[in-house]
């Protein structure tokens, strides 16, 4: 299981989608605070108290993760099972240990790679707020780690790769 989670994530890593991706989380995220760190003014003078508003930093990163992180997860491992199952590498893995074992590698791997994800772009909000928040990267890894079962589940269901990256089952 370990040796699986560890190829997962490594391969993750190795595409131009994911380093596309880490970019764009870094520097939307860094763009967000640094707006929102030189108008904090204004924000804070409408009224709103900071338990309402959260984190005004991370406003870049909650939106990302939120509003498009269904797009993000499914457009980097919405094949990670049915892909194996096409081109029967699967066969190998199951020989060498358990269908859970399988699952539950793949799922750590992809979890691990957004967590690092995650991580990596709350660093720019760490420097600019010069806090951080804890709670707020716990509650959006327990999000996505949703999306990734979600993904995972939809990857077991449809055998076609093609119809999965999208939902296209027709």
Known sequence: MLAICKKEFFALFRGFKSVFILVVFIGFSYFIADVVGE??????SDGLSQI???SPYAAGLRFLVIGLGFLFV??????IVNKEI??????FL?????????????YLGI???WSTILCL???PIAFVSKTIDIHLLGSLVCFVSFVISWTILLSTIIYRPSYTLLGRVW
């Open 52 to 54: 309402e508003m959260g």
């Open 39 to 44: 108008n904090l003014n204004h924000l804070s």
């Open 121 to 123: 772009s709350y660093i």
């Open 111 to 113: 979890v691990l790679f």
């Open 74 to 79: 499914c457009l980097l491992s919405h094949d």
């Open 86 to 91: 096409e081109t029967q590498t699967i066969r």
């Open 94 to 106: 199951v020989t060498k240990s358990s269908r859970s074992s399988i699952i539950l590698g793949k």
